[in-house]
């Protein structure tokens, strides 16, 4: 998926042609997604595609492509000091971003299914907190990221103000998904091949 949108020369190319093409809508998510660069979160010797529109994979790590995280962010209607759970959470650029809107007071959780994956998304968020410079502007709600498999969580695990999973979900875990929020909460996770928020 992706290709929505013109590929742009850096990060803020990325994100103007993101915002013109209505997929950023809100400042909040502007800033996190110019926060963090996409590029940060490639494989060097893949640098060259961080900032066009598509997805990337390579072995277990995966980057959805920029107009899906932006309609995600967009739709969890994230606040400060909110609680996240990111189910598949992959290399922690979506966690990253999150992490800057929710602030000192919010929860941000990863569950991911492949460990090598957990180590890549550490060494990345390592680098973020070591070279940013965003924190000038955000209080930072770093993310913890667990292995485990989403479908096989603890039934007493807590429940959240914000769930993302970003992998296809059969129609026969939907309620599953949604006893993982608290009342009044939202999930965003594909369902019938689209991708869209799912009030409690």
């Not at 277990?60 to 000091?81: F, K, R, T």
């Not at 924190?135 to 498999?149: L, T």
């Not at 969580?153 to 006893?179: F, I, N, T, W």
Request: glycine residues 8%; aromatic residues 10%.
């Amino acid at each position: 998926m992706g290709g929505a949108v013109s590929a742009g020369e850096d990060n803020d190319e990325l994100i103007d042609n993101l915002k013109e093409a209505q997929y950023i809508r809100t400042e909040l998510v502007e800033q996190a997604f110019r926060a963090i660069d996409r590029a940060d979160y490639y494989l060097e010797e893949f640098k060259e595609n961080a900032y066009k529109d598509l997805a990337w994979k390579h072995g277990n790590i995966h980057l959805s492509a920029p107009c899906i995280y932006s309609e995600v962010m967009e739709a969890l209607d994230l606040q400060p000091g909110l609680s996240f759970l990111n189910l598949g959470s992959g290399t922690g650029y979506l966690s990253s971003m999150v992490g800057l809107i929710l602030g000192p007071f919010g929860v941000n959780h990863g569950v991911e299914l492949h460990p090598d994956v957990i180590e890549y998304a550490k060494q990345k968020l390592d680098f973020f907190i070591r070279t940013s410079d965003s924190f000038d502007k955000f209080d930072f709600c770093e993310p913890s990221f667990v292995p485990g498999n989403c479908l096989e969580l603890s039934p007493d695990c807590s429940q959240y103000d914000r769930v993302y999973c970003g992998a296809g979900v059969q129609k026969e875990h939907e309620d599953y998904m949604k006893s993982l929020l608290k009342v009044g909460g939202i999930l965003v996770m594909p369902l019938e091949e689209k991708v869209r928020p799912l009030p409690n």
